[in-house]
């Protein structure tokens, strides 16, 4: 993993995007299925929302029930224990890891647990044996991904077409998939799952009021400029600097339409570690 570029990276733009995640919105295939005391592992937890929600949910007067948080960026390690912290949440912990090779004994963890991971991999089948290795028999992988090419947006324009393209481009550079979703169930598969153990769902987000519009439309527009995504598109060939400044205006004037809606699928599964 150390080899593997994540295509996003850490620009304050993306993380103040991620920050903004919850376990209600982004693991909602997962809360029915959580209890107190329950030992959870959230892998890829950039800044911690998702992971200090689902600490809340196991927590107990025991202290048995918490959430380990894994991340390979210690910087943005650093901004979950402060947001851990802050917000009083004592039994969630915090520390640099490799999905392909957890610190971790096997079955350490009733839930080990994905959100936007795998489509960053170059060998997402390689991860998710790995969260199946430290999760305990009769415990569950928890796993969430996007689709790209099956997100749409509303008016149409041609920058996000680009911006799109764009992202598609990169991500294959890295030899990751960005069209995660559907190919989630055939990757658990193929990391040692049946088929009767998994249980396949779909969620989505959607962005379509002046909040969501703003947060995900402007940050969108500075990430075009300013993150990983234009870094590694100039480095590549992919778009040059007059490309990208029309993506971002493209998403700016998106934002600022009061009509315009984009839609996220993602595609959830809870896969069931058997008990031999």
């Not at 224990?81 to 009083?88: K, L, M, P, T």
């Not at 995900?216 to 100039?234: D, I, K, T, V």
């Not at 934002?255 to 809870?270: G, K, R």
Request: with cysteine; aromatic share 6%; charged share 20%.
């Amino acid at each position: 993993m150390d080899n593997e570029v994540y295509s996003h990276g850490h620009h304050e733009s993306v993380v103040r995007a991620h920050a903004v995640r919850t376990a209600a919105d982004s693991a909602p295939h997962l809360l029915p299925h959580l209890a107190p005391g329950l030992r959870i592992l959230d892998v890829g937890c950039g800044p911690g929302s998702i992971t200090l929600d689902l600490a809340r949910q196991v927590a107990s007067p025991d202290g048995a029930g918490r959430a380990v948080g894994v991340d390979r960026s210690e910087d943005v390690l650093a901004t979950a224990r402060a947001r851990a912290a802050a917000e009083g949440v004592d039994n969630a912990t915090f520390e640099t890891g490799n999905i392909y090779d957890l610190q971790y004994d096997d079955g350490a963890f009733d839930v080990a647990h994905a959100h936007q991971v795998l489509h960053h991999l170059a060998d997402p089948v390689a991860a998710v044996r790995e969260l199946r290795r430290v999760a305990a028999p009769g415990g569950l992988v928890s796993l969430r991904e996007a689709d790209y090419a099956a997100m749409s947006w509303f008016p149409q324009a041609p920058a996000l077409d680009r911006w799109r393209d764009v992202y598609d481009a990169i991500s294959r550079s890295n030899g990751a998939e960005p069209n995660a979703g559907r190919r989630l169930l055939s990757w658990a598969i193929d990391a040692g799952f049946d088929a009767a153990e998994l249980d396949i769902s779909a969620s989505t987000w959607i962005h379509g009021n002046a909040g969501q519009r703003n947060g995900f439309g402007l940050g969108w527009a500075e990430r075009s400029l300013h993150s990983s995504y234009a870094e590694q598109a100039l480095e590549r060939g992919i778009a040059d600097q007059p490309a990208l400044e029309e993506i971002s205006a493209g998403w700016r004037a998106w934002a600022a339409d009061p009509s315009a809606v984009f839609i996220m699928p993602s595609v959830e599964l809870i896969a069931h570690v058997g008990q031999d």
